[in-house]
């Protein structure tokens, strides 16, 4: 697991002696900093992008650093590693929502609090699997079609949409949560 | 010859146009005075629009200062004259103001130039007016954040689009005329840059329509989400000063030209749309938020 101090690269990039993540050219300082730093991850690797000693955040800033970051991300067929948002308060959340629900995008994220939640644009199938895995741990297809009831084609085709979008980790037969998830 | 400018006894965002009124038929280069002498309230707009008309006149306007003390002291303690000093020829003594950060306004006429300044005003902001927010508007605290965004953005729509610097200033106070005394907070953000037609314009975001006008332009910008720039998360700024002001109850306004275009609350009677009004270059912001009702005193 990679873990990235945002706020150390807000100080740094952007050269700014502030903890709020606000303006456009801050936002695409910090962002090309982060996507140097994620070039480097191996298949597998999560990377922990830390927002605890961020303040709050805009939604210019945030279109910067988080939909472009994701859909840059998006783009790379092959990308190897997840990216999840930790130490998200209400400070950021609204910014980050509204960014990712214009973009069609969406995020793991844990919350200051120790809480985790799936945000930004999702089916409400895509919702409860996620919750589901996050709850229980690494399932396989046909444990979660079980679970939920439902049957195991409709299952595994939302356990692939959320393993495409990076939101799941798939491991031979079993799908699990991206990082540690309480 | 010299025009006098009469600067009603109520400057604020509506009586501003009579100013603009006063001002249209004399070309920037005219020399005028603008007489605030009778002037005994000034709303956080009125001080910022003051500052940014100055900026459009090729001759350096005069000023004649608030006659009433408590005015001018207000003036000073909002730091107007700290800039109106570089844009006009201030006549008379004026009181010095404290340094930035005593005084008691939320946040004094600021300038916003650059990215950087935008910073400098959300941490300056945050710092003095959370207390405010939460104790006199009743807003929750993740409110209070939502107020620092909304400032932000509008403080970058000058960096962003204006081509010049513009100001900024935030107050909080009793809204007597209406709201029944409620408290409001109010930022204004006026510059006089290149404004909203010539920014699509410029970026050739103009909608393929027969009329256009600074009317359509406002509209394509601050209703439909449109920037001068093509990229697919470009205009939120607008867009998420416009949500939190709807879910506040709070009114926004933007004049750009010859039109303005306002977000209406109940509470108040201005109209969502003027067209063909006096031209006055950039773009002007008005946001309002007011004390929540029905919140424990």
Known sequence: ?182 | MTAVIAVPSSLDDLTFEHVLEQLAPHPADAKVIVDARHTTFATPFGLTALLALAQTRAERPELLPPDDPDTVSYWARAGFFRFAEELFTVRGSVPRPRSAGESDVLLEVTPVTKSDDVHEVVERIQAKAAKILIDKLHLEPRATMGFAMTLSEACQNIVEHAGRGGWVMVQAYRYKKRLGGRFVVVIAVCDAGVGFRRSLESGQRRPLTDRWDDAMALETAVVNGVSRYGEPGRGQGLKGIRGYVHRRDGKFSVRSGTARIAYVPPWDDDVPRREGLAPFPGAQLLIAIPEKVGAAA
């Open chain 1, 1 to 182: 697991m990679t873990r990235i101090d945002v706020g150390s690269v807000l100080r740094h990039s952007a050269n700014v002696p502030f903890s709020d993540l606000v303006t456009r050219p801050t936002g695409a300082a910090v962002r090309r900093c982060l996507e140097r730093e994620l070039a480097a991850l191996t298949e597998g690797d999560v990377a922990v992008l830390d927002f605890s000693r961020i303040g709050m955040m805009d939604f210019s800033c945030a279109d910067e650093v988080v939909a472009k970051l994701l859909l840059a991300l998006a783009e790379q067929e092959s990308r190897p590693g997840y990216v999840v948002f930790h130490g998200i308060t209400d400070a950021h959340l609204e910014a980050i929502e509204d960014v990712l629900h214009h973009h069609g995008l969406a995020l793991v994220v844990h919350f200051a609090d120790g809480g985790a939640r799936l945000v930004g644009t999702v089916s409400d199938d895509e919702r409860s699997v996620w919750e589901l895995v996050a709850a229980r741990g690494a399932l396989a297809a046909a444990d979660v079609a079980l679970a939920a009831g439902r049957e195991l084609d409709e299952m595994a085709r939302v356990l692939d949409s959320l393993r495409r979008r990076r939101l799941l980790r798939h491991d031979g037969l079993t799908y699990g949560p991206v990082g540690p998830v309480t």
